[in-house]
């Protein structure tokens, strides 16, 4: 009996928050289509196709639930980015220190990192444009709504992290920097092609911006 009674609390529990992330995600599609005013309990429940009350049932006040949605957005961008790093670690750390001097193996890492990229930024730009409009929401909405201020912090500082490790692989003393510009610019690739169709995306100048950037970085011409 006890377990009968542990396995629906279970159930109920799952059913909350599976009920919790739908109503998350409906935030999210709001906040990207109609910013933060036109994100309202009813317009998120009309969205998700739930009852009004189930809304302010998960989310009391409608500002705790538009935080919630930029969070949830914020670890779906940091998670993807994650990923794709993955990948270029695993290719850098093939290399010794004094492999990763070489003039030679530089000029190949660059050419190899560069397509990744190009290929992460493409991918990015048309998948994930709603995460990409959030993330650009909540920057703006910092200088009049500093509750977001240190959510936005932390999520550029979890997507710096990785621009700073790559930087570390060739100029340990000038990594920070080095990462932070690279990051700025990678972002600034994403906003200009997000405002494109997807297919005026305009793969071969992102390709040429970064290769020029990695050429800077790994100190190759």
Known sequence: MSQLKEN????RRSKGEQTRNQILKSAIDILASQGIKGTTHRAVANHAKLQLSLTTYYFKDIQELVHQAFMLSSNITVAHA???????????????KAELKKVSIREQLRDQLTQMATQYIVDKVSHQRIELTIEQLLFTEIQISPQ????????????????VKL???????????????????FT????????????DI?????????????SWVLQVK
């Not at 600034?188 to 297919?199: G, I």
């Open 167 to 185: 930087c570390s692989y060739f100029n340990e003393q000038q990594s920070h920097l080095d990462g932070d510009i690279l990051l700025t610019v």
């Open 82 to 96: 994650g990923a794709a790093w993955l990948q270029a670690f695993e290719l850098l750390d093939t290399y010794n």
């Open 148 to 163: 977001l201020r240190e959510l936005a912090q932390s999520h550029r500082n979890a997507l710096l992290g990785p621009f």
């Open 8 to 11: 629906s609390k279970v159930k």
């Open 202 to 214: 305009d793969t071969k100048s992102i390709n040429n911006t970064v290769e020029r950037l990695l």
């Open 188 to 199: 600034q690739l994403e906003y200009r092609n997000l405002m494109m169709a997807k297919q």
